[in-house]
């Protein structure tokens, strides 16, 4: 793998080679967040790996969150947020660029915390990217919400009342409905902000493997407190504290072997 | 102290059920009371041509409310009109496009506007709206005085933003950031996410927004009287006067009560304004409960 990246220190770029499988899907460069006088991302530096799931931990408030938002954009929401340095998919610049960010968004689907289904119907939420993209044809939307939501083990308990309001749903399935509306639109990157955080572990679990399961298919960055989940998913490891990268690798190294006095110190606090 | 807390909790039960019971009899009793005193005009003429006749000559016990009406009606359609699109996109544009600051500006201002005693808001249409007014008829090749339903429907409009834009803000301001930044995510524009999200999740609180704007503006006074003309003829274009139901109230309570009926009358007058008044809140709640349900 070439880098062209010269700023990149030695060291991370040595950590990260023998876990990076694939091509990188995405590259963060020298990335800075402030707000006011808050710098909430410190000069950020890392390569996501395509069809591999990256794990994001760190403590409460580290900058988790708003390293996803910088991600698809969704800083741009927030005005008092001043976001420098670039962040690259195949090739294109997306921060700095001017281009379609809703077409950029499409392809990297996020999946919150909490889960926020549309205020419409079950088949509307999961049309509703494709709409959005201007299908229109009614039996290939249909065809793609059924495919979805199968997809998410959710076509059984749901497809007698597609058309009733999402929010008549519970938790555990608005989150996988919500899953399933973001791979409808076919994205490339996953970026899943502690998705099982609010599911039973039966929800969670049907999660997990789904995320197993597609990572075929995308490359999926998940942030998460549970560290056994982080074990149980994570191909390559990426530990954040007060907006830094204090170590990155693959799971091996990072909780066999944590370098870092904070990271040991998570790693004990989650056991 | 079981004991104690049990007696504590039915005496704090039972003072909610009396102060609550009183709200909902304080209509009914206004309703009765205003039944009493119109129910000697009632059996002498019929509620139909009450309602309908166009004739007012109380001195000749001609008592037709048809004018009034109108009159109500037609200022409070035209303030409804200017006031909807103007709160709804200042709406939009404060709680989702706005900076900070601006929002810190404008609250402070809304309240103010919100505060102002209605006269304040007569004087300022006597002043200003009542000769731009006229401007306008002139313009157009009819003649008015300026003092018409056009006046008032402007002023009734300016009185009612303040207060409807506060009730939409509230109502937008409830939309999760969440919900938003999923439908961005998706791939909605800015304008698309505003219009699915926070509009069209929103209906019920947009209707009822509109529906208590409406029911205030219907029963306006001060402001209005200052402005319509107060003529008693069923209004043919914005620019003739009119006699909206509240200001024959205000304007004639208290004198010429020696005409036979004249006293019923206004009472009845006010007795239509609560039922008016009323039916706009009930339809309103029905337009709620059906966008609701979808
Ligand atoms: N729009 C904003 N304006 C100001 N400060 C912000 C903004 N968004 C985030 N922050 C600050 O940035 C820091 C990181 O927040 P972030 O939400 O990214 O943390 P996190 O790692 O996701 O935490 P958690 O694990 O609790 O979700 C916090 O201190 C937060 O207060
Ligand atoms: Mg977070």
Redesign the pocket.
């Given at each position: 793998m070439k880098s062209p990246d010269i700023e990149m220190p030695e060291s991370v770029v040595e950590i990260l080679t023998p876990s990076v499988a694939g091509k990188p899907a995405l590259k963060i460069s020298n990335l800075n967040?402030h707000?006011?006088d808050?710098h909430?991302?410190k000069n950020i530096n890392l390569e996501i790996p395509e069809n591999r799931i990256t794990v994001l931990l760190?403590?409460?408030?580290?900058?988790?969150?708003?390293?996803?938002?910088c991600m698809n954009r969704l800083?741009d929401l927030?005005r008092?947020?001043e976001v420098t340095g670039t962040i690259t998919i195949g090739g294109d610049d997306i921060l700095n660029s001017t281009t379609d960010i809703p077409a950029l968004r499409q392809r990297m689907g996020l999946l919150s915390?909490r889960p926020y289904p549309l205020p419409v119907s079950i088949f509307k939420n999961v049309a509703y990217g494709l709409k959005l993209k201007g299908v229109r044809d009614k039996r290939l939307l249909a065809f793609s919400v059924e495919k979805h939501l199968r997809e998410v083990g959710l076509w059984e308990e749901v497809k007698g009342r597609l058309n009733a309001p999402a929010t008549s749903l519970s938790i555990g399935q608005q989150q996988r409905l919500c899953l399933a509306r973001g791979l409808a639109v076919k994205p490339a990157i996953i970026l899943a902000?502690?998705p099982t955080s609010a599911l039973d572990p039966t929800s969670s679990k049907i999660i997990e493997n789904l995320f197993r399961e597609i990572r075929k298919h995308y490359t999926i960055v998940l942030?998460t407190?549970v560290l056994r989940q982080a074990i149980r998913l994570a191909d390559h490891v990426i530990f954040?504290h007060d907006?830094e990268i204090i170590e990155q690798g693959s799971p091996g190294e990072l909780f066999e072997n944590a370098r870092s006095d904070k990271l040991r110190a998570y790693l004990i606090d989650g056991n | 102290m079981q004991f104690k807390r049990q007696i504590a909790d039915r005496l704090n039960g039972s003072w909610m059920i009396i102060s609550l019971s009183t709200i909902l009899v304080l209509p009914l009793v206004i309703g009765v009371g205003l039944y009493i005193k119109a129910a000697p005009l009632l059996e002498d003429v019929s509620l139909f041509s009450l309602i309908f006749s166009s004739e007012w000559a109380p001195s000749a016990g001609e008592f037709g409310f048809r004018p009034f009406i109108a009159g109500s009606v037609h200022v409070t359609l035209l303030s409804f009109l200017f006031t909807a699109p103007v709160c709804l996109l200042a709406a939009i544009y404060l709680t989702q496009f706005s900076t900070r600051t601006l929002v810190k500006i404008m609250h402070p201002v809304i309240d103010v506007l919100a505060g102002l005693p209605s006269v304040i808001y007569g004087v300022w249409g006597i002043l200003i709206i009542v000769p731009l007014v006229a401007g306008i008829a002139a313009f157009f090749g009819t003649a008015s005085s300026g003092y018409s339903v056009l006046s008032g429907g402007i002023v009734l409009a300016v009185m009612c933003i303040p207060y409807t834009l506060n009730m939409l803000i509230e109502v937008f301001n409830t939309v999760p950031s969440g919900l938003k930044e999923a439908s961005l995510s998706l791939g909605a524009t800015r304008w698309e996410a505003v219009k699915h999200v926070v509009i069209r999740g929103n209906y019920p609180g947009i209707i009822s927004a509109f529906g208590l704007g409406i029911a205030k503006a219907f029963g306006e006074t001060i402001a209005v009287m200052m402005v319509v003309g107060n003529v008693v003829k069923v209004p043919g274009s914005p620019f003739d006067a009119a006699y909206p139901l509240p200001a024959l109230i205000a304007n004639n309570y208290g004198e010429m009560l020696s005409i036979p009926m004249y006293d019923s009358a206004l009472m009845f007058a006010a007795l239509l304004l609560l039922m008016i008044i009323l039916f706009i809140n009930l339809f309103f709640r029905y337009l709620i409960h059906k966008t609701k349900r979808q």
């Open positions: 967040v707000a006011g808050h909430i991302l760190g403590p409460s408030g580290c900058g988790k969150t708003t390293l996803l938002k800083t927030y008092e947020l915390q902000d502690e942030v407190h954040m907006g | -």
